[in-house]
């Protein structure tokens, strides 16, 4: 472990924003850039991610690790305690520089917060606490935070950071207890579901128990904060500044409804690290969104970036295709109403590389479609590929004043080329079609935006058998090859 003590805050954010780039809770995006001589402003890199809003708004947030130190040692990692890597540890004081002179200069409008594990879970929590109650209280930061929960950290330190942060998250990182006990020994399912628990019960008792003025959770909370803060190991270059904010009065406390990570919970999976099938992954994501009220399950396409035995070898790249799958499925469990057990089952345990689960999903299920357009309800219109929510909610509207044709439906932003195999407009099909799968099948995987990266452009969907009576197509390029014909 290489530990710097004199470094500049731009050299610990350097570090420390590079380090943050393995947690995907938003996605990084970056970009070096200087002015002509004419204009006013630099862009800088470091740190700044993209996130986006409920309404659709790209968000830019700074996006750093506390600290890149920590006594954990968990496999995947690349700030694990036995990698001889340069350390970095900002001071709560930094990070609210960081922040507020980024937001001056309007490259971020939010906080994205992580952190490696200093000392102890609840060091660590207590330093997360104390820098963004400074960022509220002392430089009255009223923009979004998203701010990390340690698992292992005392209930007390998890409620005082729930009162100043918008959203919090607890990284699952794998699926499965088996995954955890084998690549990260030091972390348990229990430490991470219990504040995970913690935080959706917060947020529903906030909701329902909360009068104006009255805010004693948060009270008791900030309280905790201030005691901890003198007690903390970089009190001393804060004392003061503890010690003026406890006289303050928090306006956001006493003039508005204080409410306790408004913004919701979410968390982080690895995937690729550990053997668990998409089957197993999507149903703890399903358990997650159904039992902990998760706004939000990231996936993560696992790196090796340690090169360690015990870690799978990544030699043909990290699995982004399987991550896309996933991030397709859970796209469907969370507003197009599908269930993991729709998607896939213990004989199909992972999804198609060659179509996305919706499609897949159609193909098996031929016998409720076509659906018509005129007709349908709004579930069933979800499960046409082709047609998002958008496009069914203006088909559902459309048909309240004309009989919708297949002219209409291109003009609404129907992606036809998909749609066209399962629905009908008056009873009628846009063209004669053969609702066969392995048809079906053909025609979608020709699609070029169908096909995704990495995968050969003329492959074909089903492997010949020595044994299959075959007519040659062209729909069988590959097989036409290994014919010689």
């Known amino acids: 472990m290489i530990i710097q003590n004199d470094m500049t ?7 420390l924003s590079d380090a943050a780039k393995y947690d995907v809770a938003c996605t990084s995006s970056g ?9 006013m402003g630099n862009a800088q890199a470091s740190g700044i991610c993209h996130s986006f809003s409920a309404d659709g708004r790209c968000i830019s947030l700074l996006k750093i690790l ?16 036995s990698n001889d890597v340069v350390r970095a540890t900002f001071t709560p004081e930094e990070v609210c520089s960081l922040t507020m002179e980024f937001y001056r200069r309007n490259y971020i409008e939010g906080l994205f917060l992580s952190s490696g594990i200093v000392k102890s879970p609840d060091n660590t929590m207590r330093l997360l606490c104390e820098t963004v109650m400074l960022l509220r209280e002392k430089y009255h930061f009223g ?40 690549l990260a020994p030091h972390k348990t399912r229990k430490n991470i579901l219990t504040p995970m628990r913690q935080i959706q019960n917060g947020i529903i008792e906030n909701k329902n128990q909360y009068t104006i003025g009255s805010n004693k959770g948060f009270n008791a909370s900030r309280n905790l904060i201030l005691s901890n803060a003198e007690l903390s190991l970089e009190a001393s270059s804060n004392k003061e500044i503890i010690t003026n904010i406890s006289s303050m009065d928090y306006a956001l406390a006493t003039q508005n409804k204080q409410k306790f990570v408004p913004a919701g919970q979410s968390t982080q999976m690895i995937i690729g690290a ?12 399903e358990a997650l969104y159904d039992n902990f009220d998760l706004k939000r399950v990231f996936y993560s396409a696992f790196m090796n970036v340690n090169q360690d035995i015990r870690l799978p070898s990544t030699e043909t790249g990290p699995p982004l295709l399987r ?14 109403g599908f269930q993991t057990m729709e998607l896939l089952d213990e004989k199909h345990p992972n999804f198609n590389v060659l179509l996305d689960p ?14 018509e357009i005129n007709r349908a309800d709004y579930y069933s219109l979800l499960r046409v590929p082709g047609i998002g929510t958008n496009s069914a909610q203006r088909i559902m509207l459309a048909r309240k004043s004309a009989v919708l044709d297949f002219k209409d439906l291109k003009r609404m932003g129907i992606v036809l080329k998909r749609a066209v195999y399962f629905i009908t407009c008056s009873g009628r099909m846009m063209y004669p079609i053969n609702i066969e799968e392995n048809f079906i099948t053909r025609q979608l995987v020709a699609l070029k935006d169908q096909v995704p990266l990495g995968i050969e452009k003329d492959i074909t969907f089903q492997q010949l058998s020595l044994f299959d009576d075959v007519n040659f197509k062209p729909d069988y390029p590959i097989a036409l090859k290994m014919a010689n014909i």
């Open 9 to 15: 805050t731009m050299e610990k954010l350097t570090i």
């Open 31 to 39: 970009v070096d850039k200087k002015n002509n001589g004419q204009g």
């Open 66 to 81: 506390f600290t890149n130190e920590c006594v954990f040692d968990c496999k995947y990692c690349a700030n694990r305690s």
């Open 143 to 182: 923009g979004y935070i998203h701010l990390k929960g340690i698992p292992g950290a005392a209930p007390d330190l998890i409620e005082a950071a729930g009162w100043y942060a918008d959203r919090m998250s607890v990284n699952l990182e794998l699926p499965t207890a088996d995954g955890l006990k084998a």
């Open 274 to 285: 550990t053997k668990e099938s998409d089957y197993q992954i999507m149903s703890v994501a």
């Open 323 to 336: 991550e896309h799958r996933l991030y397709q499925a859970d796209w469907l469990l969370r507003f197009y």
């Open 358 to 371: 919706k499609c897949d999903w159609a193909l098996r299920h031929l016998e409720v479609f076509p659906v």
